[in-house]
């Protein structure tokens, strides 16, 4: 009964002042609404950004370099032992790099309930030569299912197909600037020469093109079995396993998990790409400072007020003491005009946020793969965008509110 | 039931210390009784409204005791103050404040919204009633600030009424009204003095209305003569 007394004071209050109100409800909005936009703006630059990048990135991936073995036979046999050693004629044997027994660790990997999509790769640097033209480039040596589940591969194969591969044994297919560069289109012929001075020649069953010109000037994809003849390799080596989890901003369980049961380097796509990371986390800082400065600004506004909005009304605040009202009911009647106006502001701020990041989604930017500029919507940023609003006008309107609660009746009445 | 104590005090002693120190109440001690309708007395300056404010329990910068109804309200807190005032003391000061925001209805009903003792509905009533009594209820609807002085006065009595408090509390009531509206307040503190055995505390000037009253007091230089 007396809480809706006190909201009845506090609504008469806010109705009588309609500017005041109205001034800081929209300090409120335009905080709330930059909170929401910014983000959306944000989240957008990093998706595009993941998107292209995810684009030929696995989440994970298991590679064999030698340079990492290193074998002390004395620790490994004898730890703490006061033997004296007398190692006669020490080589340093050539590791292979690559992994032999591909098969076995794909199976391992797959058991992983985390695991979404395992994919070999054979990758290599070529010389493509077209009649007196000569490139340096890649092979990726590439399972079809496998590699298009990961990246969605076939889709970028815009001339011929990407299952032309699996059908024609000496099938390839070139990055569109690769082709160009070499005046080659699908069904010409193109050699390729290995770095063990192999040579064979394929014919180009199509032609792709990634939103990466790197990619497009210098990758080809062969079938990994024909990549394995080529460089002379056994049936079950890989260079590289792909792996995609559900996840993949969790990365590092998966990694310790595979760790244990794999004896072959094992990296994430944080580790590999911490440009990638930086980029994303120095955007989202970027984001919460001016919207947070925003919100401060606002928040300084509405002490401003309430201050001022006190300092006029404390002969009343007198009289509702002097009548019997408490000090925690003068606080009541002004914390809950300070919440209207975060909760009426919070609301306006959504919309308005809502909007503006609609809008701005229609302005044109044709850079790489992006026609407008991105937003990507998230309900945690609206509802944070909320949650901060009403805070900062709590947290603005509590000072002045607690004054409020302090005033002495007796002097203010006594003039 | 007559001669039950409503309000009693004891040595009530206060100074002001701006602009520099002065005792204002030296030493003051009365009784009232329930039902009974007290006027004060005193040259301007003499401390009358000082002592109201003291008995009210809104000044609580004293020396001495205050009981009201046999309780002890001398170093109370203020929240238990204000919860005592909302239901036993109506008050109406020296220059009549409302609420200007508030229509003279919502003025009266405010305090009794406050104790939450009646429905809105039968506070609303009540309020008529009050703003009847003082021949004030066309006004009920007006915006406090838009009514003349007299009027606001006669509101800020009709809210002193609302919550039926055992004690009323009076600064200079009849300062702004004519003999007639004077006439009728008086009436109606008597009737509630005599009828509900509402006790009635009047700071005033006016000599008829004082001799109208049970008991007068007479106040100078901080001191009951
Ligand atoms: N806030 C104050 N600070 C300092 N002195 C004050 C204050 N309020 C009142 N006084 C002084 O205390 C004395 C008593 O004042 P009070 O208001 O009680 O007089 P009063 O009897 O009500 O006079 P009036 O009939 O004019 O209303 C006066 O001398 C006045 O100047
Ligand atoms: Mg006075």
Redesign the pocket.
Known sequence: MAKSVNIQIASVHLTSKFWQTFVAIMGVTFGVSMYIFMNSFMNGVNKTQDDLAFSALSHIRIYNQDNNHSYNPIESEYDNSQTVFNIHNRKSIQYTSGIKNSYGIVSLVEKQEEVVAVARQINFSVFFRSGSKKINGRVSGIELEQEDKLFKSSEIVTQGNWNNLQTHKSGIIIGKLLAEDLGLQVNSSINVLTSDGVSRNYIIVGIFESSLKDIDKTKAYLNITAARQLIGENSDYASDILINIKDRDNTVPVVKKLGLLIPFQIESWQEANEQLVAGASLRNVIAIAVSFTILLVAGFGIYNIMNMTINEKIKEIAILKATGFSGKDIKSIFLSQAGAIGLLGGFLGVILGYLISLLINQIPFNVASLETLPIYFRVQDFVLAVVFGVLTTLIAGYLPSRKAAKVDPV?II?G | MENKTSLKIRNLVKY?H??ET?Q?LKGVSFEVKKGEFLSIV??????????LYVLSTMDTDYEGTLQINGDLLTGKTQNQLAAFRNEHIGFVF?FHYLLPEFSCLQNVMLPALKLGKYSTKEIEHKAYESLRLLDIEGQALKSANKLSGGQQQRVAIARALINNPSIIMT??PTGNLDSKNTEAVLDIFRGLAKENGQTIIC?T?DKDFANNTDRTIE?ADGLII
């Open positions: 002097t006594r | 002001f701006e602009p002065f204002v005193g040259k301007s300056g003499s401390g009358k409204s000082t002592l020296q600064d200079e700071v000037h106040m």
